[in-house]
């Protein structure tokens, strides 16, 4: 290749790959904000049809224990344990957490705050959380969205515990997501690679320091001084 | 190849392997208890880990071993004395990657002074590791007056001085440039400021900010009651003993926890509990009582969690068990043999249907579910068990709200499905009665909890709320005090969270500032002169009527994630600032990154500590949270005039 025809390649490449950078960078830019032009987005590329499903009953979460709880603890309401293993219809929120698991999501009643780092397993999330299962898309995790979305599939009642550490207690098998509002279906799976908004989960602290990259001398913070003799990966 | 040449060889290769063994040798990567004459061979104060005569702690150290190699004998030894373990008390345990634990548990010295710790790890090669730290038995005066018999610490989570002023502008009032009323912390006649640094990072998170209380010592961030190790066990690190535990052991004390978090949470488990995940839930609130209460002599434990007591198996719709709990498999707890016998422990189990409320009940504990039980107590319950939400209690702000207004329940409260939730004041009211029925005397934990779950989620009417609240519970306090002279009262917090700062107060009504566009929001903020003295109300009880008046106090938030401001209470409980008045409020942009961290954070600020009672009077000055301990246990060994 000569030099003319570099000169006509190398902005073609560049360009386009620009162009590629720009179009993952409105993609990622989109998810971890999730604008309402997202599911306007999702709209577009989707038949703008509201999604039908006369076969799923309506649960509210209220529905799902007898409240107040007693004593020893919550049960599911009848209503709630009649449609286990049936299709519901729930309204809700995203959780936005770190979730572990790209099959699974949380969603609650309210647009709950839960900071993980903070509150651990020790939280105020409701006990009536559920844990919302997607068939697995390849390298794509649900994506946490702003606005209230109503999900249909079937219901699962009873404990099992789940790769995040806790135990659910409700879960919905989910096939379809809609926008609550206009009722057009959603994609919430979005390549996790592009989600900006999805932070790394917090290892586990083992108890060891990360071995110091300062190089000797080592500096000592307790002196302001430097020390010849050092274990910068002791403590 | 000559036979000449050949030798040659033969000499250079056995040179090699002389001198790879030469150079290769077992070192000593940790030593417990941390030093910083290990760390940074720095021999000088300040000690890192300090203990009371007789407290006892484990010894450890990580070997790390040439490969394949094994470490056969490992011998720790105090001021060049051989330290021999309780029989069963010692491990020497392979932790992976050519690496080894050894552990002496329980270890105790009573003589007080500066302690040369040294390890000598001998692998199966006879080569040998050795590490040189330090520890500090710190030095009590006796016969220095009248003991504490009884000692409360009062912890307002994440409480910064700011947190105590906006408490203070809301519930007693300022005017003509001063306040109206004192908050009864500012009764207190002692004040001194604690630094809160925590082991592995200027900032600290709750569990090593309460662990410091409980043990005179330093932890890392999530981690309590244990120093750091290099194993993934959560329940093996090496142990520091509680206060409860030794003033059980020396004294007959009882001990009391009470909070308005989950029991599981960092700060009441920090005063019971040893384990490196903060996190660990069922194994810890099982610890609670297979330890806390058979070695600790632990008499009260309120607070939320109920989720963790309750077992797995809610078949059929009777009782959905640890809803939201740890894993079934993986929470419990097991501790090795080594820490069994050298702190008189039983080894735990992995046991999800254990009926956590039913053990307690059979040990003697009375249980109540909300404030209705609580308040059928005969009073002459010695043993009390309050679990009044599965995760951590509503705040008071709800809480009075629905006891004004039963139909009042904020969505993203659990005020609907648990209704009855005690105040802090009420829970500590209670507490006093069961505790105080020991002769001799008892030390109490009380944590306002939601001061700073709420300064988290930067609601500032909600933490307020729940300040004047602990306020009350300080109240309490102050009361037992007057009729029991022999007891000591410690405010303080854990550390500041958020970076709380009240910047000034409303230019407007609350009417003018609810009509007040969006975009105009950010122009009611008044400075200076402009901001005048806000006029909160208190209702009968005791409570404000309303945060939403006119000319209202503003608070700004230095530790913060993005937020949008609104200058008006939240109807919703819990939501994310974030995802909280996004068309009501404005925009305030936060510091904080990622969806990990959703919210304000804690900072590395200075916190204020009020002391009143017996030996409230070395509580002065500028001093490290473990000294606090130190301070309160003079009181409780060797007395205070």
């Not at chain 1, 651990?120 to 390298?139: E, F, H, R, T, Y």
Request: aromatic letters at 8%; proline letters at 6%.
């Amino acid at each position: 290749m000569n030099l003319k025809s570099l000169s006509f390649v190398l902005p073609v490449i560049l360009l386009t790959g620009l162009g590629l950078l720009m179009l993952a960078g409105k993609d990622a830019a989109t998810v971890a904000q999730n604008r309402d032009s997202d599911a306007a987005a999702s709209a577009v590329a989707s038949p703008v049809v509201p999604y039908e499903d006369s076969s799923s009953v309506a649960l509210k979460f209220e529905e799902i224990f007898v409240m107040p709880a007693g004593p020893k603890g919550l049960e599911y309401t009848a209503k709630a344990w009649a449609l286990a293993g049936k299709r519901v219809a729930l309204t809700g929120f995203m959780l936005r957490n770190d979730n572990i698991d790209p099959a699974i999501f949380f969603f609650c009643e309210t647009q709950h705050a839960y900071d993980e780092r903070e509150e651990g397993l020790a939280d105020s999330l409701p006990p009536s959380l559920v844990q919302v299962i997607l068939p697995v898309k390849k390298n794509s995790a649900p994506a946490w969205r702003q606005e209230k979305l109503t999900l249909y599939g079937t219901l699962e009642l009873g404990p099992r515990q789940e790769q995040s550490g806790r135990v659910s207690h409700i879960r919905l098998q989910c096939d379809a997501v809609t926008d609550a509002a206009t009722g057009v279906p959603l994609e919430l799976r979005k390549p996790v690679a592009l989600q900006l908004g999805r932070a790394i989960p917090i290892p586990s602290d083992l108890g060891a320091l990360p071995p110091s990259t300062t190089p000797p001398p080592f500096f000592n913070p307790r002196r302001n001084r430097n020390s010849t003799t050092h274990h910068p990966d002791k403590l | 190849m000559k036979l000449q040449n050949s030798g040659k060889l033969i000499a250079a290769i056995t040179g090699l392997f002389a001198l790879g063994n030469a150079f290769a040798a077992p070192t000593v990567t940790r030593l417990n208890p941390p030093s910083a004459l290990f760390t940074y061979a720095d021999a000088t104060p300040p000690y890192i880990s300090r203990f009371l005569p007789a407290q006892r702690f484990d010894l450890q150290a990580t070997i790390q071993a040439d490969a394949g190699k094994t470490i056969t004998s490992v011998v720790f030894k105090v001021n060049g004395t051989p330290v021999t373990a309780a029989g069963g008390a010692s491990a020497i345990t392979s932790i992976g990657g050519d690496k080894f634990s050894a552990t002496i548990r329980g270890y105790s010295n009573s003589t007080a002074g500066v302690k040369t710790l040294v390890v000598e790890a001998t692998q199966d090669d006879s080569l040998v590791a050795t590490g040189t730290g330090n520890f500090e038995i710190a030095s009590i005066t006796l016969n220095a007056g009248r003991k504490a018999k009884n000692i409360i610490w009062l912890i307002g989570d994440g409480t910064g001085i700011a947190h105590r002023t906006a408490a203070r502008i809301v519930s007693k009032g300022a005017s003509l440039g001063k306040s109206n009323e004192p908050l009864a912390i500012d009764t207190l006649p002692v004040t001194g400021i604690v630094t809160t640094h925590s082991l592995n990072s200027i900032v600290t998170d709750s569990a090593p900010g309460a662990h410091c209380y409980s043990t005179g010592n330093k932890a890392n961030n999530g981690q309590e009651g244990v120093f750091p190790d290099d194993t993934t066990d959560k329940w093996d690190n090496p142990r520091i003993e509680h206060m409860g535990s030794y003033l059980a052991r020396t004294q007959g004390k009882w001990l009391g926890i009470v909070s308005t978090a989950d029991v599981e949470d960092a700060t009441p488990a920090a005063f019971a509990v040893s384990t490196q995940d903060r996190g660990a839930g069922t194994g810890i609130c099982d610890m609670y009582l297979d330890e806390a209460v058979a070695n600790h002599n632990l008499h009260v434990l309120m607070g939320g969690g109920r989720k963790w007591f309750l077992p797995l198996d809610g078949s059929a719709g009777a009782g959905s068990g640890r809803v939201n709990s740890s894993t079934s498999s993986g929470g419990d707890y097991v501790v090795p043999a080594d820490v069994q016998a050298g702190w008189s422990v039983p080894a735990g189990a992995v046991d999800p249907n254990r009926n956590l409320i039913a053990d307690f009940q059979t040990a003697g504990f009375y249980y109540a579910p909300d404030l209705a039980g609580l308040n059928a107590m005969t009073g002459s319950e010695t043993k009390l068990l309050g679990l009044f939400n599965s995760g951590h209690m509503d705040v008071s702000y709800d809480k009075i709200a629905h006891r004004r207004n039963a139909a009042t329940i904020a969505p993203g409260s659990l005020i609907a499905t648990y209704p009855d939730q005690p105040l802090l004041e009420e829970m500590t009211d209670k507490a006093l009665t069961v505790l105080s029925k020991n002769a001799n005397g008892f030390v109490m934990m009380i944590e306002g909890a939601s001061i700073d779950k709420q300064a988290h989620n930067m609601d500032t009417e909600r933490w307020v709320h729940d300040a004047i609240e602990f306020d009350k519970a300080v109240a309490k306090c102050i009361a037992f005090q007057a009729a029991n002279p022999d007891t000591l009262i410690i405010v303080t917090a854990d550390h500041e969270c958020a970076g709380i700062a009240i910047s000034g107060g409303s230019t407007v009504t609350d009417a003018a500032l609810q009509s007040t566009a969006v975009g105009s929001l950010k122009g009611i903020v008044g400075t200076y002169d402009n901001a005048k003295f806000p006029a909160y109300t208190i209702a009968g009880d005791g409570y404000p009527t309303t945060m939403d008046v006119d000319y209202r106090m503003i608070i700004g938030y230095a530790g913060n994630s993005d937020r949008y401001e609104t200058w008006r209470s939240s109807p919703s409980y819990n939501v994310s600032p974030q995802a909280r008045n996004t068309t009501t409020g404005y925009l305030v942009t936060g510091q904080q990154p990622g969806t990990g961290v959703q919210s304000a954070v804690h900072t590395a600020s200075d916190i204020p500590l009020s002391a009143g009672g017996r030996g409230a009077a070395a509580f002065t000055g500028v001093f490290d949270n473990t000294d606090a301990f130190f301070k309160a246990m003079q009181a409780a060994i060797g007395g205070s005039k």
